[in-house]
């Protein structure tokens, strides 16, 4: 056989299927030069590709539990809940949520514009003034105005010594008790995503636009409409969507505002046992909630709005002349309403509440209760952002991505539908950590790891890779350079990142309602219940520590926008 018939007959054998020999190398060489490609030819170690792989995985199960649960939950319970209460439940959530929405916008939208572009008197201090309410969880400025306006409130009492208040408009007419009061209590507290947002896109916003409308003939009023509003539609959506996730989330405000949305549904089918029912209504939510998600992502895709940095010049400041008395007015009443008063009335009751013995071993208890909890949260959340946010950083492909935005599902759901997985996974396959306070702070991490991941990963970027490549050159593989190079680099992003983990911990309502074990209060859970029951001389000092702590975050959120 000459080489010519030898070199035919090896091709043959290669190409024949039968032969296996060959054939396995061939496709294992694929397999592995389709991996290396998707990886750019850098793909990481298996030991971080792992860990991120399963903090992910755990980050989506409750949500995932959920909606099996449900798509399961029977069709009789199905149709019995579509015929009498989501409809009722959908309209009460929608209603509640584009009203809220709107009015927190407008709000928002028109104190940015007098602190940042108007010569209002105190501008630089009102920056940060108007951003306080976002240390008031919507629940305790619940119990405060339950406490000025509710039906044995300081109002009512006011109203009756009164008399011609009573003889022109007969008995006292508020009702907190309405939608109208859960809608001014959740608008109060939730403008400042707005404003936040506006205020720093309006500190950017180019000068010479306005300049130029001006020049056609333009007043002020035309020049806000026509140039100064297309650029802030995005500042608008994003401070938009997070006032509307927010009130779809809600639950304390509206539980103890005695409103029905599908959180304190669920929460009450939960609490009769009747998970099925509270995992349909659970799914709903979702629903809900990716719907609201998708149509904010089409809007700013379709919304683009550039300007150009290297003709940037600062926007003049207006004077508001004959205006000025009503805007400061206009501004002082909001700051008055959303601020001075909540805080005065829980500095008032927590003055009573020490003087009758308040602050005792049963408080410090429900105080040590939060930090074992929150702080156990912050820890884990650290610890687990720091693989993901490294993926994402460094070895960037669609799997990465993939793990980032799964690591994203807690953190844009209520926290009774991540209460309501967490009571399925534990109760039916890890019984030992049930009934335990582990629940409680894997709940937190499953809400609040995004947190930590947007802190570790804003410090992260500004962290060279040629700082791994020196790493990586000296035989430390990918795991030991994140943790012995890159973590002592990041340590102040993952630190303010655990920071907020542990206030955001330190405020969550429901996840703490529905896992906590018999005996396990902790502050929030004590402002609930003691406000609900009008002992206000308990729940006062709890809620003013929370707010305390909740000072924190602010100084973060004021540094980014």
Same mark, same amino acid.
């Given at each position: 056989m000459d080489k010519h018939d030898q070199n035919k007959e090896h091709k043959q054998h290669q190409a024949d299927p039968k032969v296996g020999e060959n054939h396995s190398p061939t496709l294992l060489h694929f397999m592995k030069k389709k991996w290396l490609n998707s990886w750019n030819g850098n793909p990481p170690g298996p030991v971080l590709l792992? =860990?991120?792989?399963?903090?992910?995985?755990?980050?989506?199960? !409750?949500?995932?539990?959920?909606?099996?649960?449900?798509?399961? *939950?029977?069709?009789?319970?199905w149709m019995r809940l579509l015929d009498g209460r989501i409809p009722e439940l959908l309209w009460n959530t929608f209603s509640l949520t584009i009203a809220v929405t709107a009015f927190a916008v407008i709000i928002g939208i028109s104190l940015s514009w007098l602190v940042v572009r108007t010569d209002l008197p105190g501008r630089k201090v009102w920056q940060w003034l108007l951003a306080l309410p976002l240390v008031i969880p919507p629940y305790v400025g619940a119990v405060t105005y339950i406490i000025v306006i509710g039906p044995s409130g300081w109002l009512r009492d006011m109203w009756r010594e009164i008399p011609f208040l009573v003889e022109w408009f007969g008995q006292y007419p508020l009702n907190i008790y309405s939608f109208w009061g859960v809608f001014?209590?959740?608008?109060?507290?939730?403008?400042?995503?707005?404003?936040?947002?506006?205020?720093?896109s309006l500190r950017k916003m180019n000068r010479?636009?306005?300049?130029v409308a001006r020049s056609q003939g333009l007043n002020t009023a035309q020049i806000f409409w026509k140039v100064n509003l297309p650029f802030l539609r995005p500042a608008i959506g994003a401070g938009a969507i997070l006032i509307s996730l927010y009130v779809l989330s809600d639950f304390g405000a509206i539980?103890?505002?005695?409103?029905?949305?599908?959180?304190? *549904?669920?929460?009450?089918?939960?609490?009769?046992?009747?998970?099925?029912?509270?995992?349909?209504?659970?799914?709903?939510?979702?629903?809900?909630?990716?719907?609201?998600?998708?149509?904010?992502?089409?809007?700013?895709?379709?919304?683009?709005?550039?300007?150009?940095?290297?003709?940037?010049?600062?926007?003049?400041?207006?004077?508001?002349?004959?205006?000025?008395? +009503?805007?400061?007015?206009?501004?002082?009443?909001?700051?008055?309403?959303?601020?001075? $008063?909540?805080?005065?009335?829980?500095?008032?009751?927590?003055?009573?509440?020490?003087?009758?013995?308040?602050?005792?071993?049963? +408080?410090?208890?429900?105080?040590?209760?939060?930090? #074992?909890?929150?702080? $156990?949260?912050?820890?884990?959340?650290?610890?687990?952002?720091?693989?993901?946010?490294?993926?994402k950083s460094r070895y960037p492909s669609g799997l990465t991505n993939f793990i980032d935005k799964l690591s994203y599902a807690g953190y844009a759901l209520p926290g009774v539908i991540?209460?309501? @997985?967490?009571?399925?996974?534990?109760?039916?396959?890890? !019984? *030992?950590?049930?009934?335990?306070?582990?629940?409680?702070?894997?709940?937190? =991490?499953?809400?609040?790891?995004?947190?930590?991941?947007?802190?570790?990963?804003?410090?992260?970027?500004?962290?060279?890779?040629?700082?791994?490549?020196?790493?990586?050159?000296?035989?430390?593989?990918?795991?030991?350079?994140?943790?012995?190079?890159?973590?002592?680099?990041? #340590? !102040?992003?993952?630190?303010?990142?655990?920071?907020?983990?542990?206030?955001?911990?330190?405020?969550?309502?429901?996840?703490?309602?529905?896992?906590?074990? !018999? @005996?396990?209060?902790? $502050?929030?859970?004590?402002?609930?219940?003691?406000?609900?029951?009008?002992?206000?001389?308990?729940?006062?000092?709890?809620? #003013?520590?929370?707010?305390?702590?909740? =000072?924190?975050?602010?100084?973060?959120?004021?540094?980014k926008y």
């Open positions: 792992f =860990v991120g792989s399963l903090v992910a995985l755990i980050m989506s199960i !409750p949500i995932v539990y959920v909606i099996w649960r449900s798509l399961f *939950a029977g069709k009789d319970r001014f209590v959740l608008s109060m507290f939730t403008y400042p995503y707005v404003f936040l947002i506006a205020s720093a010479n636009f306005e300049e539980a103890m505002l005695r409103f029905v949305t599908f959180t304190a *549904a669920i929460y009450f089918q939960r609490s009769s046992f009747d998970t099925a029912s509270a995992s349909v209504l659970s799914l709903v939510l979702i629903v809900l909630t990716i719907l609201i998600l998708w149509i904010e992502s089409r809007t700013r895709r379709k919304s683009h709005y550039y300007q150009t940095s290297n003709t940037f010049r600062e926007p003049d400041i207006l004077s508001l002349g004959k205006w000025k008395p +009503f805007a400061f007015l206009y501004v002082c009443s909001v700051f008055l309403v959303s601020v001075v $008063l909540p805080i005065a009335v829980l500095i008032y009751w927590s003055v009573i509440g020490i003087g009758m013995g308040a602050l005792d071993t049963r +408080f410090f208890g429900f105080a040590w209760n939060s930090i #074992l909890v929150s702080g $156990l949260a912050a820890l884990l959340c650290m610890l687990l952002a720091l693989p993901i946010i490294y993926l991540v209460g309501l @997985g967490m009571i399925f996974i534990f109760n039916n396959h890890i !019984p *030992a950590l049930y009934n335990t306070f582990y629940m409680i702070a894997i709940a937190f =991490v499953i809400r609040f790891l995004p947190q930590a991941m947007q802190s570790g990963e804003a410090s992260l970027s500004l962290v060279s890779p040629r700082i791994d490549e020196a790493a990586r050159s000296l035989g430390y593989p990918p795991w030991k350079v994140m943790f012995k190079v890159i973590l002592p680099t990041i #340590l !102040p992003g993952v630190l303010a990142g655990g920071a907020l983990v542990f206030v955001s911990s330190i405020k969550e309502l429901p996840a703490t309602l529905m896992l906590r074990p !018999p @005996g396990f209060d902790t $502050l929030a859970v004590r402002v609930y219940f003691e406000a609900t029951e009008a002992i206000y001389h308990l729940a006062a000092p709890a809620a #003013l520590l929370i707010i305390v702590v909740s =000072v924190i975050p602010l100084r973060y959120l004021l540094k």
